[in-house]
């Protein structure tokens, strides 16, 4: 009976040994377990945007492409962002960035209207300037200045860069202007005869015209909206993301800039 209760001790006193780290070891896993505990991770962001061919829209495959989209797709990869960019109508794209956080909106016009309401990360794509345009068979359209417009029926979408400008000339919704969903159509409408004239920025008419068949000497550029300054056109976000984040974006967008312009010399 001694024999067999000692054999018992030792068996336990060895797996006892066994099983206790060696203090060393111990430190050494704690700080492990601490770094992987303090190893940044990536933020849950969303990208939206509109269809503003050839800047960003979706392709014939239903795929999110651009000129601009390229670029946020690169700033995305390098920063390891994990974000589907989602395509919306621009009124719902600019609530979202504007109220919720970690949202980023491309492409968008930094105006003085805007400024306060979002952080910016700019500039995304070369300086775009915006005019009104007519068909050119409509010669009976008279305009020498941006006041003259209010003549004419004019379609714009809700709070784009033209609203806002049609906005701050004294333009009244209904009376001199009326909204629709989307810029795509505003050309239609235009084409058709059921407006006089649309806002548009060149390089996207001639994408929207052409997709419809249209030559682009079928419109005629009339009036500059007094933009000539051409605003800087960005990224941007709510003031509530995180600011590490925006300067992580802003600076890796920089550095594209930098990339591109040495590959060009």
């Known amino acids: 009976m001694s024999y067999a209760m000692t054999r018992v001790g030792i068996h336990r006193n060895i797996h006892l040994k066994k099983t ?71 009124a719902k794209a600019m609530q979202l960035a504007e109220f919720e956080k970690n949202v980023f909106i491309y492409s968008i016009y930094r105006t003085p209207d805007r400024e306060a309401r979002f952080q910016w990360i700019c500039p995304l794509l070369e300086k775009r300037s915006i005019a009104l345009y007519r068909l050119a ?46 810029e795509e159509t505003n050309v239609r409408k235009l084409i058709h005869g059921r407006i006089d004239l649309i806002i548009q920025e060149e390089h996207a008419l ?23 300054e051409k605003y800087d056109c960005c990224i941007a976000t709510s003031l509530q993301t995180d600011k590490a984040l925006v300067e992580q974006v802003r600076s890796e967008l920089y550095s594209l ?9």
Request: no cysteine.
């Open 20 to 90: 206790r780290l060696n203090p060393v070891f111990a430190l050494f896993l704690a700080a492990l377990l601490a770094s992987f505990s303090a190893f940044p991770v990536s933020p849950q962001v969303r990208v939206v945007t509109e269809q503003w061919p050839p800047y960003n829209y979706l392709d014939e495959h239903g795929n999110v492409t651009g000129i601009a989209t390229n670029k946020v797709e690169q700033v995305l990869t390098n920063l390891n962002l994990d974000a589907n960019i989602e395509v919306f109508h621009w």
């Open 137 to 182: 068979e409509r010669v009976d359209i008279d305009i020498n200045q941006v006041q003259d417009a209010k003549n004419y029926r004019t379609s714009v979408i809700r709070n784009d860069l033209s609203m806002d400008m049609l906005v701050k000339a004294g333009f009244m919704e209904g009376e001199h202007y009326e909204l629709s969903i989307d």
């Open 257 to 265: 800039y930098k990339v591109k312009a040495a590959q060009a010399n």
């Open 206 to 228: 001639r994408f929207r015209l052409a997709e419809l068949g249209i030559d682009f000497s079928h419109v005629v550029r009339v009036q500059s909206l007094g933009n000539e």
